[in-house]
C-alpha cells in the first residue's frame, strides 16, 4: 500500500529565511503533485513533477524529484507572509494509470513578518 | 476556463438525515473524483468516474454513501443517513487525460456538519 509522509508537519519560520519541506513515498511512483491549501479553502495545484531529477520553480518555491530515493522537496527561498498556507504533496502509484492520488499529511507554514 | 464547480459550499444535518452534493468538472474533463478531507489531513479519495463509469470506488461506504455521474459531466454523491463521523470537506475534482500529467483541479468544496 503506498503510504506518503511530509515533514515537517508545521513549520513557523521568520520572512526572509529558506527552508525545505520533504515527502517521502514508500512505493515506485512517476508522478508526484504539490498542492497549496489556504484555511477554509480548497487546493491549489502548485507543481506537477513527472520524471526522476525533475526541478520546477514558481517565484520563491522549488519543487524536486528523486524516485529514487522516493523523496520530493519543496524548498522556499526568502520566505514571505503570504505563502504562509498548508502544502501538500500527492502520489500517483505506478502500478496501473489509476489515478488516485495519495495525499501526505499536509505541512502547515506559518511565516512570521 | 471556469473552475470545477460545488454546491453546496455548507450543510448543516442532524444525524440520520440524508444529504447530497452536487459537482460540475471543468468542461472536457472526462475523469471525476470524489474526495473526503478530515480537518487537518490530506483529500482521500472516495470515488473516481471515467466518464459516466466509477472505476475506483473500493474506498466507498457503500451502506450509506452513492454517487452518480449520469451523463459523464456533472455528478452527484448522496450520503443516506448521515453519522455524525461523516462530518467532513468533500471536494470534487476533474483532470482531463489529454493534458497527459493526469493533474486534478479541485472544487472549493462543501463542508458539512452532521449535528
Known amino acids: 500500500e503506498l503510504k506518503v509522509e511530509q515533514n515537517p508537519l508545521f513549520l513557523s519560520m521568520q520572512e526572509g529565511k529558506n527552508y525545505t519541506i520533504y515527502c517521502n513515498y514508500s512505493?515506485?511512483?512517476?508522478?508526484l503533485y504539490w498542492y497549496r491549501q489556504d484555511p477554509g479553502k480548497s487546493l491549489e495545484s502548485l507543481f506537477v513533477?513527472?520524471?526522476?531529477?525533475a526541478v520546477k520553480q514558481e517565484g520563491r518555491l522549488m519543487a524536486s524529484l528523486d524516485t529514487k530515493a522516493r523523496l520530493s522537496t519543496l524548498h522556499i527561498t526568502a520566505a514571505v507572509h503570504d505563502l504562509s498556507a498548508t502544502y501538500f504533496c500527492a502520489v500517483v502509484s505506478s502500478s496501473g494509470n489509476t489515478g488516485k492520488l495519495i495525499f501526505g499529511q499536509g505541512t502547515t507554514l506559518q511565516v512570521k513578518p | 476556463e471556469a473552475g470545477v464547480v460545488q454546491s453546496p459550499r455548507y450543510k448543516i444535518i442532524e444525524k440520520k438525515q440524508p444529504v447530497a452534493f452536487w459537482c460540475n468538472p471543468i468542461s472536457g474533463h472526462n475523469t471525476l473524483y470524489w474526495y473526503l478531507q478530515n480537518l487537518g489531513q490530506g483529500p482521500e479519495l472516495l470515488i473516481r468516474?471515467?466518464?459516466?463509469?466509477?472505476?475506483?470506488d473500493s474506498q466507498l461506504p457503500k451502506d450509506r454513501f452513492s454517487a452518480e455521474r449520469l451523463k459523464g459531466v456533472d455528478s452527484t454523491l448522496k450520503i443516506q443517513p448521515a453519522e455524525l463521523g461523516d462530518s467532513a470537506v468533500y471536494l470534487c475534482a476533474s483532470s482531463s487525460r489529454d493534458r497527459g500529467t493526469n493533474e486534478q483541479f479541485f472544487g472549493p468544496g462543501t463542508r458539512l456538519t452532521v449535528l
Open positions: 468516474y471515467e466518464n459516466e463509469e466509477a472505476v475506483d
Open positions: 512505493t515506485t511512483s512517476d508522478r
Open positions: 513533477l513527472l520524471s526522476n531529477g
